[in-house]
């Protein structure tokens, strides 16, 4: 499993993704390996264990996202990421502190019923079948009699013939036939569609109007028109949310949550410092107060039910270039104990994000291009030359860090993304070199003139 790794296994999977940052990823690799050890220990002794929340420290744009994201990706954990200042002290109008916990048993809630779906779907798509077949020999007709009188008995549903019963089975099979062999793909049909019961919100916990009547009203229904391969799998879906227990992924998915979740806390240096202010920012301390008992360990009412904080990983992440780490209440800053330093990238660093990641920009574009018959190869030289243009960028500018790069590659290939789509256009190779760089990147690639700074 996943969750076995070693801490040496977990920074290796992270740099496939992320340059640099070692001291971040050890942190957090070792905060993942104890939760597994803590597993492991003796029930009397697992429940006094807490995990040891992280701040990291450092520049927009090195990767302080991505690790939190690719860690909880890693280990197919609940995540959630949040701003620190989209929440507001209880008292102002915005989003309560609540609200992260019952987003985060949203999403695992999710996770679960996909990964439940999954392990259905095989039954789920035979099952469709049948009832797509069926739907194609034998299409639902709405009866034109009275429902009060199948009720009371005056009207019998028609029973088929032998003969008929025989004719309708020998079609399904023609039909299933057909299907397989994907000859009536593009064929449309009348689908019936059962529509959800609308539900309301009442203090984080969600109400089915449906139940509050006791499913005694019929479901709501409409028929829709569709292609047999979309039939397919709205059918399927049917079938696949039927075949799963919802009571059994509820109870996972809290479980989940409440020892495997991981909670994200971005720009958490706004809402640090200036204790005494006026206007927008006068409820910053309360924010921190807000949070506070989430970190520490809290109960939150959600509607899939209770769900405990104690366990869940914090981890918290902010530019502190205005603020300190020391302006942040001091009962908050006693939560989170592991603090971690991120690093400006270099030309060196920008080198490696454009060549090494499996997702790197170089084989991102080439990838988009190729679509358009457009076959780039980038030299090393052009290499050389666009980190040399994202560093020079981020130091005359704001330091917004590797989303420079996205900047700098929409500049460069602007023409080529504009010009390419043509049915007519043979496929081309374009060689990438230093010259193509700094034709295309002038404003980007020079150093800044300090001369007009001295006095």
Do not use: W
């Amino acid at each position: 499993m996943s969750e076995q790794l070693t801490p040496r296994q977990i920074v290796h999977e992270l740099n496939r993704f992320i340059i640099g940052q070692d001291e971040a990823k050890k942190a957090v690799a070792i905060a993942l390996r104890n939760r597994y050890r803590r597993s492991r220990v003796d029930e009397s002794l697992r429940d006094e264990i807490i995990p040891k929340n992280i701040l990291m420290i450092g520049p927009t744009g090195v990767g302080k996202t991505e690790i939190a994201r690719r860690l909880a990706k890693l280990v197919n954990a609940p995540f959630i990421k949040v701003e620190a200042t989209k929440f507001t002290e209880v008292g102002y109008v915005g989003r309560d502190v609540e609200s992260i916990i019952r987003d985060l048993a949203e999403n695992a809630v999710r996770m679960v019923r996909k990964e439940h779906e999954e392990r259905v779907l095989p039954r789920a798509r035979v099952l469709a079948e049948e009832q797509l077949s069926e739907l194609l020999a034998h299409p639902k007709k709405k009866s034109a009699g009275n429902p009060l009188d199948f009720l009371l008995g005056k009207q019998k549903e028609q029973q088929a013939s032998t003969e008929e019963t025989t004719e309708l089975a020998r079609k399904k099979e023609e039909i299933r036939q057909q299907l397989l062999r994907g000859e009536i793909e593009e064929n449309e049909l009348e689908l019936e569609v059962e529509e959800e019961a609308p539900t309301l919100e009442v203090g984080g916990s969600s109400i089915s109007l449906g139940d509050m009547m006791g499913n005694m009203m019929p479901r709501k229904t409409r028929m829709r028109h569709v292609k047999v391969r979309e039939a397919r799998k709205i059918l399927t879906d049917q079938e696949a949310a039927k075949l799963i227990d919802n009571d059994a992924v509820q109870e996972e998915a809290i479980h989940r949550t409440e020892q495997n979740g991981i909670v994200f806390i971005d720009e958490i240096d706004k809402i640090a410092g200036n204790k005494a202010g006026n206007g927008p920012d006068v409820s910053r301390e309360g924010v921190q107060r807000d949070i506070l008992p989430i970190v520490e360990g809290c109960t939150v009412t959600t509607k899939y039910g209770p769900v405990k904080t104690d366990f869940m990983l914090f981890i918290a992440a902010g530019a502190f270039h205005v603020s300190k780490v020391s302006d942040l209440i001091p009962e908050l800053q006693g939560r989170f104990p592991v603090h971690v330093q991120l690093q400006s990238l270099s030309r060196d660093d920008f080198r490696q994000i454009l060549t090494v990641p499996e997702n790197a920009l170089t084989k991102q574009y080439r990838a988009l291009l190729e679509v358009d018959k457009v076959l780039l190869k980038f030299d090393d030289s052009a290499i050389d030359a666009l980190a040399e243009a994202a560093c020079n960028a981020n130091e005359n500018a704001e330091d917004i860090g590797a989303r420079r790069l996205h900047a700098i590659f929409e500049q460069l290939l602007e023409d080529v993304s504009f010009n390419a789509g043509d049915e007519s256009m043979p496929p081309f190779e374009l060689v990438i070199d230093r010259k193509y760089v700094e034709e295309h990147l002038r404003n980007e690639n020079k150093p800044m003139d300090i001369r007009k700074y001295i006095l």
